[in-house]
């Protein structure tokens, strides 16, 4: 017997329906939230799922006295405590979830030059990545320190502070590349940096450092500001 076939059997069948895109998952998102920052260019899907679901999230964390603060301009969002009621105001005080940390003064001295070396970078309409080399940060950070007489050692105290920046999240240490594996390292500010050290913050700043460089020419303990 000879086989035949007619056209329509080499015609393709109907296709078959894509499968839906998975739904937005509201507690992994949550979970995601209260570990840390969540930024799009590292989680597009993720991303996605927030501005989805923005709005059940912001009622969510309201529960726990949080708020969430999401730039879409700068791609990131976090959650941070609400603020606090006016003395006057009969509302009960409800205990923080987020704890404040207060910053030494190098640190916040170092915030504040970061961000106002981002505003210039900013102001001047180039990349949008503003990137650092160590000694560069050194620079920025040792004209306001006291001097020592041990410049080693002054270094190396400035690289604590940069470390403890990027623990805080507002810098980001770039991977080196194989033609510059032994070159001081570099980092990249995050823009993060401007939701925390805003532009009131910053039109107080020769203010703060003029009250920092009396307590160290006096020998005070400098002032501390909260994260």
Known sequence: MKLTMDDEDLAPGPAEPAAPAPAPDL?????????????????????????QLQARVREYVAVLN????????????????????????????????????PLSYPVSLLLALLRKKLAEFDAGGGDTRLVLGRDDIVELVRVFLPEGPNEARLI??????????????????????????????????????????????LADFDARLATYRAALADGKETPSDDA
């Open 27 to 51: 507690s992994v998102l949550l979970i995601g939230l209260l570990k840390g920052v969540l930024y799009r260019e590292a989680d597009e899907r993720q991303w996605s799922s927030l501005l």
């Open 66 to 101: 949080l708020e969430l603060v999401l730039d879409e301009a700068e791609g990131y969002a976090f959650l941070r405590g609400r603020p606090e009621p006016a003395d006057d105001d009969p509302a009960p005080r409800l205990p923080r979830l987020v704890a404040r940390r």
């Open 156 to 201: 190396d105290q400035i690289e604590t502070h940069i470390n403890k920046v990027v623990e805080l999240g507002f810098l980001a240490r770039l991977k080196p590349t194989s033609a510059s594996a032994t070159a001081p390292a570099s980092f990249e500010v995050r823009r993060i940096l401007k939701a925390f050290v805003n532009a009131q913050w």
